[in-house]
């Protein structure tokens, strides 16, 4: 299943309406999920609203939803943060300590091959993250990047999802590492697209959702 807008705002909320009525429902830690397996959203113009869904989030003055830099810096920034059981910069930025896969790879690779394919980024590592002892391990296993007609477009897969609250966030994060890379190649952003192999919700959010599709 893809879901294809021009806006985030209009994506989350179609993805919500979508995993609310398709999903199935199981228990997973004591809370009834409800899950839809292998779901694409596409965004044509992320940055027209790309904190859309957050400020919905925060509009409801009932959870303590994280600042846009607090954010911005889990995808960024190179230094593990103790709050967090992993942040996603230091595997991106400074993967075991060693190889910073954008300013390394990534960004010499585009600008020396503009239609490269091998333009990937990956943060699942097989050495820390293979024990079947271990939760605390990254949702977001991968980031592709594609410059087509000056414009860089982005794919993510995502393992987990929790579309409710963790997706608006994930989106968030992947377009400032958009922004970023824009930058240094010299070109213009383009669409974001989100490949979540398990995209969920769960029975205890379903009357914020409701009110979330309502607005």
Same mark, same amino acid.
């Given at each position: 299943?893809? /879901?294809?807008?021009?806006?985030? &705002?209009?994506?989350?909320? @179609? #993805? ?8 199935? %429902? ?80 990534? /960004?010499?690779?585009?600008?020396? &091959?503009?239609?490269?394919? @091998? #333009? ?8 820390? %993250? ?11 296993i991968s980031l592709d990047f594609k410059l087509r007609k000056n414009r860089l477009n982005i794919t993510a897969v995502i393992r987990s999802n929790d579309l409710f609250f963790g997706w608006p966030a994930n989106i968030f ?43």
């Amino acid at each position: 299943m893809e /879901i294809e807008t021009e806006t985030t &705002t209009e994506a989350w909320k @179609r #993805a919500l309406k979508y995993v609310f009525e398709n999903g199935k %429902d199981f228990e997973d830690n004591n809370r009834v999920c409800r899950e839809v397996l292998n779901l694409t959203i596409k965004i044509k113009s992320p940055e027209k609203d790309i904190t859309g869904p957050i400020e919905i989030l925060n509009s409801f003055k009932k959870w303590v939803y994280p600042p846009l830099e607090e954010i911005k810096n889990i995808i960024q920034s190179k230094n593990l943060a103790p709050v967090y059981s992993y942040i996603y910069g230091p595997r991106i930025f400074n993967y075991r300590n060693k190889v910073d896969q954008i300013d390394d790879f990534v /960004i010499p690779l585009l600008k020396n &091959t503009r239609e490269s394919r @091998r #333009a990937v980024v990956t943060l699942w590592d097989p050495e820390e %993250d293979a024990s079947i002892y271990k939760k605390g391990v990254p949702g977001l296993i991968s980031l592709d990047f594609k410059l087509r007609k000056n414009r860089l477009n982005i794919t993510a897969v995502i393992r987990s999802n929790d579309l409710f609250f963790g997706w608006p966030a994930n989106i968030f994060q992947i377009y400032s590492l958009q922004e970023l890379m824009v930058k240094k190649l010299d070109c213009f952003p383009g669409s974001i697209t989100i490949f979540s192999t398990s995209i969920h919700i769960f029975k205890d959010q379903f009357e914020d959702l409701k009110k979330v599709l309502e607005s």
